[in-house]
């Protein structure tokens, strides 16, 4: 029974390689990332619902670039849903005001 | 019965990732749902048929290849567009309740959004001016509103 999770998480990872490698670039893939992140907190400023889409609509840019680059389908809906989970952790307001703040604070 | 030309394009659009069905039986599924469930959430002005909507689209974009989401995306879109454009030609005065209800939702939140982020100036100078027309407009304003408003205005003053 316990082995059911562990083994749909190492799928996931391995599919998550697989997209990785066919995107081939790790700066595109935060920057995916941040941007999926963007959407959440804006959604969220509108309720947790708009917070959900606004991080799937993160997921499925990924989902497109990795079919894109030749990742395949499976690889696609892993990354989407790695994206789309990671989006919806970070995309939250509090943590993009601290972001804000750190960047407008004086240097030096 | 389905005619020719239709035939020919899901024989070269390509595989979906359900096997069984081609690029463009999927896009053409996912995009009627779609189409039927904008125009029932706007019709119904509800939440639950834009949700239909939203969640064919991305299940159909899952579904298939890269060019059929950009096409079913823009598609979307467009449509999207369209249906907006129509209710507010057909039925200006429930577009412009339903219009001031997503902004009275919205407003509060990027006004409290600016003012944490230290945007100050800009949000001071607006939370003032939609104090001001709220009180204009003979709406109620709370005093611990104004006193909000007033301090935020106090701690954005530069020392000097």
Same mark, same amino acid.
Do not use: C
């Given at each position: 029974?316990?082995?059911?999770?562990?083994?749909?998480?190492?799928?996931?990872?391995?599919?998550?390689?697989?997209?990785?490698?066919?995107?081939?670039?790790?700066?595109?893939?935060?920057?995916?990332?941040?941007?999926?992140?963007?959407?959440?907190?804006?959604?969220?400023?509108?309720?947790?619902?708009?917070?959900?889409?606004?991080?799937?609509?993160?997921?499925?840019?990924?989902?497109?670039?990795?079919?894109?680059?030749?990742?395949?389908?499976?690889?696609?809906? %892993?990354?989407? %849903?790695?994206?789309?989970?990671?989006?919806?952790?970070?995309?939250?307001? #509090?943590?993009?005001?601290?972001?804000?703040?750190?960047?407008?604070?004086?240097?030096? | 019965?389905?005619?020719?030309?239709?035939?020919?394009?899901?024989?070269?659009?390509?595989?979906?990732?359900?096997? %069984?069905?081609?690029?463009?039986?999927?896009?053409?599924?996912?995009?009627?749902?779609?189409?039927?469930?904008?125009?029932?959430?706007?019709?119904?002005?509800?939440?639950?048929?834009?949700?239909?909507?939203?969640?064919?689209?991305?299940?159909?974009?899952?579904?298939?290849?890269?060019?059929?989401?950009?096409?079913?995306?823009?598609?979307?879109?467009?449509?999207?567009?369209?249906?907006?454009?129509?209710?507010?030609?057909?039925? #200006?005065?429930?577009?412009?309740?339903?219009?001031?209800?997503?902004?009275?939702?919205?407003?509060?939140?990027?006004?409290?959004?600016?003012?944490? %982020?230290?945007?100050?100036?800009?949000?001071?100078?607006?939370?003032?001016?939609?104090?001001?027309?709220?009180?204009?407009?003979?709406?109620?304003?709370?005093?611990?509103?104004?006193?909000?408003?007033?301090?935020?205005?106090?701690?954005?003053? #530069?020392?000097?």
């Amino acid at each position: 029974m316990m082995d059911q999770p562990l083994e749909f998480l190492e799928t996931v990872h391995r599919y998550w390689n697989i997209a990785a490698t066919a995107i081939d670039n790790s700066a595109m893939t935060v920057a995916i990332i941040i941007t999926a992140a963007i959407l959440a907190a804006v959604g969220g400023m509108v309720g947790m619902r708009m917070r959900l889409y606004g991080a799937i609509v993160g997921g499925m840019i990924m989902n497109v670039v990795v079919k894109a680059m030749g990742g395949g389908f499976a690889a696609a809906l %892993a990354a989407m %849903a790695v994206v789309t989970v990671l989006a919806f952790a970070v995309g939250s307001t #509090p943590f993009l005001l601290q972001v804000l703040k750190r960047a407008r604070r004086p240097r030096g | 019965m389905l005619p020719e030309w239709y035939i020919n394009l899901s024989r070269s659009s390509g595989r979906a990732f359900l096997s %069984a069905w081609s690029n463009s039986d999927v896009a053409v599924v996912a995009f009627g749902a779609f189409a039927v469930f904008i125009v029932l959430a706007t019709m119904l002005a509800s939440d639950w048929p834009f949700d239909v909507a939203f969640l064919s689209l991305v299940a159909g974009g899952i579904l298939v290849s890269w060019p059929a989401m950009i096409v079913m995306t823009v598609a979307a879109v467009v449509l999207t567009l369209v249906v907006g454009g129509l209710h507010s030609l057909l039925l #200006p005065g429930r577009n412009a309740r339903i219009s001031a209800e997503a902004k009275a939702r919205v407003t509060p939140a990027l006004e409290e959004f600016a003012r944490d %982020a230290g945007m100050s100036a800009k949000g001071r100078s607006r939370a003032r001016i939609s104090l001001g027309a709220r009180s204009a407009e003979g709406s109620p304003v709370s005093e611990a509103e104004v006193k909000r408003v007033l301090a935020d205005d106090d701690s954005g003053t #530069p020392p000097r």
